[in-house]
């Protein structure tokens, strides 16, 4: 699995601020909380948003998509994958 680089833009102590601690897509950066269905809907719409993702690199993106499907997995939820 490709490792997350800390981003520039983000503060990681906010997300854990604001989400306390859970698990999150990008546990570097702690973007994209992935522990309820409400947050995982939240993060795939997000990732899958072309700004949202050109901050990261193409196999970053990857890396948080395939974590945001496990968690989407293992919680029932059903997202779009298209």
Known sequence: MTKIDLRDDVKP???E???GDVEFADPVNNKYPIDTED????AWSYINHKDNAAKYDKDEVETIKNRIKRAAKKHGIAI???
């Open 17 to 19: 601020r604001k989400y």
């Open 39 to 42: 947050h995982i809907r939240a």
């Open 13 to 15: 102590d906010e997300g």
């Open 80 to 82: 779009s994958t298209d």
